[in-house]
């Protein structure tokens, strides 16, 4: 049965088209329509894609990492460019835009006929589990999507700001248009509010979206926007869910990877794909200031970085136990989130709890001291510092540059080849990543201003 869905899903989304042409090739007439839940749910349990398809081009345009001269003049064209936010950042299909909006084109063929295949009452959950996890899949992707390709969200801008095109459909002739920002955030806490009403709290299999799932998302959808009240008010409903931290003393430093696929922390497993060079830990140099950020008590030093034996480092501690880098949600960003709403809400105790309530499950044994601090300013930037350590190579440091800079924190990304400097100064044009030219041409679309 899954190879016959494959089949029927070989009309790989590639997001953005003209009324004539969404894909290369359109689908065969006489496949197979999904005719049971389980048939939806088996397209939606399709991890491969489901829980592995996203851009990482943000992770790769952000500072976490550098390249040495000659293995970034090593890479194809693509790779080299993405290292240095240059426009030319694209292969053929599939590239980041088209399994991007592959995950959203499933979501859109279990939508579309999920009230169409028969059952009764007893499969009401089964159902509603189906459709509450297509739904939490579109607005996921969109947000990633949001994440690369869009401005960092002003709400005085908003309205104007160019959005994503918002595939709420399976048919390939319906042209794309570019959405406004604020349509594209509204569809993504629309999807996510109505996916909390019917998900269950605790799925079969974490790889299965959730309403734990669903609050984190939207604690992140918010915080992304600055709205921080809705943030903490959607981290602590996560939170209330699932608070389990994983206590960094029980794992083996020296192991390949750590920390195990599923470990305690892990509300919704999702990772990112290989599409790139760059981010390989063959080749990516973790950032030498970040390194050099954790303590020596720190148990993150080792669980998350292997020494070169030169003075450089490589990440090891994706929450997926490979070399895939994980992007899901998990219940030590939440903690992070809500300390920092708290504390831009003025709450500094509430914050440093959540704070301190980390770390503790951070450090060696014996050697946990809780953090202090005297001022509103003074614990967001030690709340901010810890979110910068804790959540490396999560796919979500290029929204914080965004964000962050957008309230003034004037951070600068600067990568150096050969002895000449390429900058990213805050609040650039480029940090809207371009869409693919194939896309552009196609559709008609406007390309993002810089690219």
């Known amino acids: 049965m899954k190879q016959v869905f494959l089949i029927i899903l070989l009309c790989t989304a590639i997001g953005a088209s003209s009324c004539k042409k969404f894909l290369d090739a359109k689908p065969d007439k006489k496949l197979v329509i999904p005719s049971s839940i389980a048939d939806l749910q088996a397209l939606l349990d399709d991890n491969y894609r489901m829980n ?12 976490n990492y550098y390249l040495p001269f000659s293995t970034w003049q090593s890479f194809d064209t693509w790779d080299r460019n993405a290292y240095i936010w240059l426009p030319e950042m694209y292969t053929a299909v599939p590239n980041d835009w088209s399994i991007t909006y592959d995950m959203i084109y499933y979501a859109n063929v279990v939508l579309e006929n999920i009230e169409k295949v028969p059952h009764g009452i007893q499969e009401l959950d089964a159902l509603n589990n189906a459709k509450g996890s297509a739904l939490l899949f579109r607005a996921k992707s969109f947000l990633e999507a949001a994440f690369t390709w869009c401005k960092a969200y002003d709400s005085s801008t908003a309205m104007t700001d160019l ?3 918002l595939r709420l459909s399976s048919d390939f002739n319906q042209p794309s248009v570019r959405s406004s920002l604020q349509n594209t955030y509204d569809q993504i806490v629309g999807d996510l509010l109505e996916s909390i009403k019917i998900l269950p709290v605790k799925p079969v299999n974490v790889m ?8 984190g998302l939207l604690a992140r959808v918010y915080l992304s926007m600055g709205e921080f009240y809705k943030s903490l008010l959607y981290s602590d409903s996560c939170l209330q869910l ?3 931290l994983l206590d960094y003393n029980t794992l083996d430093s020296n192991s390949g990877y750590p920390i195990s696929r599923f470990k305690e922390e892990d509300i919704m497993h999702s990772r990112m794909p290989n599409l790139h060079l760059n981010l390989a830990n063959s080749y990516a140099l973790v950032d030498t200031v970040l390194y050099k950020s954790y303590a020596e008590n720190d148990l993150r030093k080792t669980i998350f970085f292997r020494s070169n034996g030169d003075g450089t480092f490589r990440f090891k501690g994706s929450y997926d136990g490979t070399s895939n880098l994980f992007n899901g949600v998990a219940s030590d960003e939440m903690y992070l989130i809500r300390a920092e709403c708290l504390a831009r809400a003025g709450k500094l105790p509430e914050a440093l709890t959540d704070l301190n309530t980390l770390l503790k499950n951070r450090l060696m044994s014996g050697t946990f001291i809780p953090v202090s601090a005297d001022s509103r300013e003074e614990t967001i930037e030690l709340i901010l510092n810890e979110r910068r350590k804790e959540l490396i190579f999560r796919n979500l440091r290029w929204m914080d540059l965004k964000r962050l800079n957008k309230e003034g924190a004037n951070i600068t990304v600067t990568r150096i ?3 000449v400097k390429h900058v990213l100064t805050p ?3 480029r940090y809207a990543l ?3 030219p ?9 390309q993002n201003p810089g690219n």
């Open 438 to 446: 194939d896309v552009i041409n196609l559709s008609g679309m406007q």
């Open 417 to 419: 080849l050969d002895n």
């Open 242 to 244: 699932f608070n389990t």
């Open 163 to 165: 959005g994503l095109p």
């Open 52 to 63: 592995g398809s996203c851009s990482n081009l943000g992770e790769i345009a952000a500072d």
């Open 427 to 429: 609040n650039d044009n």
């Open 208 to 215: 299965r979206p959730s309403k734990p799932a669903a609050y």
């Open 434 to 436: 371009p869409l693919p």
